[in-house]
């Protein structure tokens, strides 16, 4: 299991485009994927559950991967949040 | 049955009816484990049918999609597969006995109200997007519900309650052949719309227009205001002539196209035209328009998320000057507030929109939202005869603050290396009393001036044009607005400034001949009543014109003035 801290680095927070984006790379792993903010954890399988997370710029996002490509799958994820997210 | 007539011409064709549905919970309850299995089956494959009606819809209109509309339907997509709603919608079938549509109702709007009820504007206006989805699950269920196609077929007649601009763009009315709607006024969008696209309308017609069924034949009159629900053949024959000879007047009318707007003494009027992008532009020169005295940008403002980047500005205000061919255009800056809001941009609720924040006072208030709309209408000048006009202007120190702006964003596309037209011209639109009352100190400050009737109008005469109770009282023939606009016309030509108009009362033909003895250098109007309108210049010369003004400016009230203008016309 891999739990990681990344920063909302988007103006907008994490709208629907990005979120719909993390959608789409999470589904390219094998492993689970969850999210934990103040202490709500949520799976990361749906839009809504992100979307209701309410991630503003600035805030802090623990993400929390398990499976057999966690590794490969951080290192997308430290891509998406370090560098795409600066995109939408 | 009869409404107000606001876009001239005769359509037969389909109905088609557009209502918001009726939401509610029917409250029955599912027992058996086969009952369930049943309910639970439907909602996947309603979900999987709307799924496929998002792209089918993606599909149709791939090429004319935008990023920001391309991610709503993404945005879409995904909700409608979302997990986190299925087994929620489950767990109400399969436990608390609710049926399918039941349970979209409760999980999905739910979490639209969740949405709704969020600080943050952005996520407030998801709750639109759940709606939406919610609504397709429900439709896709349910199939007496309402349902909006994708695109309509030939001849389609659109009934509806109203239309906000945003249902507008989402609708394909390429085949469309007119709008009859319950509600709404003159000025209403749908009105609009009709008007500059030259198709039939019909507004007001009241609640008998529930009585129309989808796909009964209708007549609409958009001159009378006549909506004839399923006609007898003597009816449709009877109509059918009329439509001829419309048709026959029409293209008679057209042939005038490359032909000056000239009384019969010599004096020429520019006629120009009303557009909100560069696809109203053909139109506009089938109709013999000489120019856009009126580019609304608030169509690049709304239907979005987020507002457009200067490049994405750039590019739309750039097609309208490369297809004018060097014909004016008046591009008019940001006017959104009042009616036009913008989830996005989280204007709070007011009391009184319209006396709001709202255009111009926007625009100097967030100076980056206007630098962004300036350079890219500046760069754009390179490409054609751009002019920039400021909206609801009601003081001088406006003018000043929106020049410096101006400027500004010329001396930021300098520094960039950025070309641009030093000499675009700059007007102001006269919509507010205090402007009109000070046209002779605004002159001194701008190169043109634009009467927009519409706004002048209700705020001269204190009446909200939207209000069925008192629209009865907005009347473009009060005489004291009349004076209003004589006086604006007289204080531009005095500073040697054009003086132009892009309200309604363009395109009313009982006010040409009066606009005409005012002076008036320009009309703009919806492209389809140039022809109209120039038909009655030619028709007339200056100095009776200048006569019916005199004449007209003795009266005391709009009643005996607009029965002294029917005689004119005659």
Redesign the interface.
């Known amino acids: 299991m891999i739990l990681k801290d990344y920063l909302i680095i988007d103006p ?2 994490m ?3 990005p ?2 984006a993390l ?1 789409r790379l999470a589904r390219q792993f094998k492993s689970e994927f969850s999210l934990k903010k103040d202490g709500n954890k949520i ?1 990361m ?5 992100i ?2 997370l ?1 991630l ?1 710029c600035g805030d802090t996002i623990s993400v929390i991967i398990e499976g057999d490509d966690e590794s490969q799958a951080v290192a997308a994820f430290d891509n998406f949040f370090n560098e795409e997210m600066k995109k939408f | 049955m009869k409404g107000i007539g606001v876009s001239p011409g005769i359509s037969i064709g389909n109905a088609c009816i557009i209502y918001k549905a009726a939401i509610f919970i029917s409250g029955i309850r599912v027992e058996t484990k086969e009952e369930k299995d049943v309910e639970a089956e439907k909602f996947d494959k309603a979900v999987l049918s709307a799924i496929e009606e998002v792209n089918f819809l993606r599909e149709k209109n791939a090429l004319t999609l935008n990023s920001e509309e391309s991610d709503i339907l993404d945005t879409q997509i995904e909700f409608l597969s979302d997990p986190q709603i299925r087994s929620d919608v489950l767990d109400k079938i399969l436990n608390e006995n609710k049926t399918a549509s039941d349970a979209v109702i409760e999980v999905v709007f739910a979490a639209a109200q969740m949405f709704g009820n969020m600080e943050d504007v952005y996520l407030k206006t998801r709750a639109a997007d759940l709606q939406d989805i919610g609504n397709r699950i429900l439709n896709a269920l349910n199939h007496n519900a309402q349902h909006l196609p994708a695109q309509f077929k030939k001849n389609t007649i659109i009934i509806a309650e109203d239309l906000s601009p945003s249902e507008t763009i989402a609708l394909d009315i390429t085949k469309v052949a007119g709008f009859a709607t319950i509600s709404g006024g003159k000025t209403s969008h749908a009105a609009i719309i009709a008007k500059a696209r030259g198709i039939p309308a019909v507004v007001a017609c009241g609640k008998d227009l529930l009585n129309i069924e989808n796909n009964d034949i209708i007549i609409l009159d958009g001159t009378s205001g006549d909506v004839i629900i399923r006609p007898g053949d003597n009816k449709i024959e009877e109509y059918k002539r009329k439509q001829k000879k419309i048709i026959e007047e029409l293209s008679f009318l057209k042939a005038l196209k490359d032909l000056p707007a000239k009384t019969t003494d010599g004096h020429t009027v520019k006629m120009l035209a009303n557009i909100s992008g560069h696809t109203d532009l053909e139109q506009v020169f089938e109709n013999g328009g000489e120019g856009v005295g009126l580019f609304r940008t608030e169509l690049l403002f709304i239907g979005r998320e987020s507002f457009p980047s200067e490049e994405e500005q750039f590019q739309f205000y750039k097609q309208v000057a490369i297809k004018s061919k060097g014909k004016p255009v008046i591009v008019r800056t940001i006017d959104i507030g009042g009616d036009k809001q913008l989830p996005y941009f989280g204007i709070p609720h007011e009391n009184n929109p319209f006396l709001g924040y709202r255009a111009i006072r926007i625009c100097l208030n967030q100076k980056d939202i206007f630098l962004t709309q300036l350079r890219s209408i500046l760069r754009a000048s390179v490409f054609g005869n751009l002019k920039i006009m400021f909206p609801m202007v009601s003081s001088i120190d406006e003018i000043r603050s929106a020049k410096e702006c101006v400027q500004q964003a010329k001396e930021d596309l300098l520094k960039s290396g950025i070309n641009f037209r030093d000499d675009t011209e700059i007007g102001i639109m006269i919509e507010v009393p205090s402007a009109a009352l000070m046209a002779d100190i605004f002159a001194k400050e701008v190169d043109f001036f634009s009467i927009g009737t519409n706004d002048l109008c209700q705020y001269t005469l204190a009446v909200d044009r939207m209000n069925e109770k008192v629209s009865g009282l907005y009347d473009h023939f009060n005489p004291g607005l009349l004076r209003l606009i004589k006086n604006v016309i007289a204080q531009a030509h005095k500073h040697k400034i054009n003086a132009g108009l892009c309200g309604e009362m363009a395109s009313d033909p009982l006010a040409t001949l009066l606009l005409l003895g005012m002076g008036l250098d320009e009309l703009s109007m919806g492209a389809a009543s140039i022809p109209y309108i120039k038909n009655i210049i030619i028709g007339n010369s200056l100095s009776k014109a200048r006569d019916v003004c005199s004449n007209v400016m003795k009266m005391d009230n709009s009643g005996t003035i607009k029965r002294y203008l029917e005689e004119v016309s005659k």
């Open positions: 907008h927070g709208h629907a485009r979120a719909t959608l799976q399988k749906s839009m809504l559950n979307l209701s309410a503003k």
